[in-house]
């Protein structure tokens, strides 16, 4: 059962029995605070990570069986993209075999193999190949294994940039391996509106949490999720369990594993790092940010950005997404106010930008803000309250993937004016672009019907269509 409700113990009974035909037509906002805390009730269940023995983690047939493969875009505006898998043998080949789905035409890309040790762990021989010059909307098949054991794929490139493209994105953040993570992951993939590239906002196999970081499980998340990222592109974000700095076994290298594993397009938007990029991709421009690099004034990061926003033209892309790893707007007692640092610096820059949404993760919940700012404040002013700001994003928080450290269920109270909606329960989110000035935004918990939607929005583009689309009072 699910029953939305919020604290209202400002509210006379009088004033709730009056608005209550008002409070439900506006979706249940309350008029009290900002928004709603679900009390959506729960099975109380430890999260726990599936044993290694796992059907999810089973490792393919064959000798050197290429494992762990997976998809990324490969350049710019999505006419490339980078196949990486593992082979666990020997190194076989690193070439990648492709062909459109109406073409016997097979092509060849050739990519490179490279290996790792991390402490007493020796990776297997991880393969990256980028194919460029695709065409657009076009169904591809992909082999990988040629010479030992041959794997097939398959994977559809988006439609050509363009301010109209409809396209759908699938939000996950914070995965693990737990059996909770297989039921995001399933739900993801079950979903009807089918989503066609996953944002993952951070935090991908929790590796870090076993002793010695053991990289096995770096492994055994590449096999899990190999059953979606083969197929279709997850946009890659850098967590906190990416960077695997574990001087005490004499890892001095940060992000070491995460680098090794999951190439990006970084160079191709003129970044130095892959921790900090940009993709066009249908009527989206993706920003992808490092709460975990440097960000300060004169940082590469920082020059980055700096030049980044104003390149991006929204007669071209009219949504500018924004995903990075440790959210700014959180109002749950779990990692409260790790992102204020990022926030004071880069904040402005959102407003002045007109950025449509922000996503992030870090906090094992579900968050979505009212488009709000706090960027008024100076030294001397006072001025440090989150004020409403139809130039700034809609503030999601979508750290609810299932890991094996457990939902983040503890709250500020009361409930912050600015925060729409919050839940702590395990979960994904589609952004559904329609066209310029309309995206359908929808949240699913795990416990629900693969079609049930526990949280919604229209988005209103913030160029073309930049009226009020909050949902709260
Ligand atoms: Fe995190």
Redesign the pocket.
Known sequence: MVVLGSSSSCCSVAIVGAVLVLVLVLNGADLCNGGKTSTFVRKVEKTVDMPPDSDVFRVPPGYNAPQQVHITQGDHVGKGVIVSWVTPDEPGSSEVLYWSENSEHKQKAKGKVNRYKFYNYTSGYIHHCTINNLMYNTKYYYEVGAGHTVRQFWFITPPEVGPDVPYTFGLIG?LGQSFDSNRTLTHYENNPQKGQTVLFV??LSYADNYPNHDNVRWDTWGRFVERSVAYQPWIWTA???EIDFAPEIGENQPFKPFKNRYHVPYRASNSTAPFWYSIKRASAYIIVLSSYSAYGKYTPQYKWLEQELPKVNRTETPWLIVLM?SPWYNSYNYHYMEGETMRVMYEQWFVTYKVDVVFA??VHAYERSERVSNIAYNIVNGLCVPVDDQSAPVYITI?DGGNLEGLATNMTEPQPKYSAYREASFGHAIFDIKNRTHAYYNWHRNQDGYAVEADSMWFFNRIWHPVDDSTSV
């Open positions: 914070d951070g935090d967590g906190n369990h790893h993760g870090h750290g």
